[in-house]
């Protein structure tokens, strides 16, 4: 960490004005990052904050499923990412052409993503959502339709329980 932080976020606090930029920062970024954002939450809250911004620029200090939503939900904003490497281990643990084969052998399922999933993975879905409307959306969908849960086996297996379905769920953690 550089010695000279104060200076170091000073700067980038001028940098943003100067481009109207808004910074977003997931809450489990360093206290750094954290301090120098105009916004600090969880990836539903940020998502809603970049979908809101009247900002022309959006740097998502998250992992890279959270900044593809925020170009989702923005698309005439230019989002960035400040850190290349930042992943999510759930988000790799499926793509798109594993989602489509595993559609081939579950025709007509109805498939539920997580939110910690690519852009290309949502896409392919008839639902997206987060831990806290999960159940209700788990609900909703119509008892005769199977459903194919992704890619959280933990979030899957809870909603199984909670819910009474029986459900496909990808083996993600």
Avoid at 3 to 23: K, P, T
Avoid at 128 to 155: H, Q, W, Y
Wanted: with cysteine; charged share 20%.
């Amino acid at each position: 960490m550089p010695r000279d932080v104060a200076g170091i976020s000073a700067e980038i606090r001028h940098l943003a004005r100067a481009r109207n930029a808004v910074i977003l920062a997931h809450n489990y970024q360093v206290p750094e990052v954290q301090d120098v954002a105009d916004y600090v939450g969880d990836s539903l809250g940020l998502s809603r904050q970049a979908a809101a911004t009247d900002a022309d620029v959006i740097v998502f200090c998250g992992v890279h499923f959270m900044a593809e939503t925020a170009a989702i939900l923005s698309p005439s904003k230019r989002v960035l990412i400040p850190d290349l490497e930042a992943g999510c281990s759930l988000a790799a643990t499926i793509n798109a052409e594993q989602l489509s084969a595993w559609k081939a052998e579950h025709p007509g399922a109805v498939v539920v993503s997580y939110v910690n999933t690519t852009a290309e993975v949502k896409a392919l879905s008839d639902y997206c959502c987060t831990s806290g409307n999960a159940e209700r959306v788990i609900r909703a969908i119509a008892e005769d339709k199977e459903i194919l849960f992704l890619p959280d086996m933990f979030l899957g297996t809870y909603l199984e329980k909670v819910t009474g379905r029986k459900m496909h769920v990808w083996p993600g953690e």
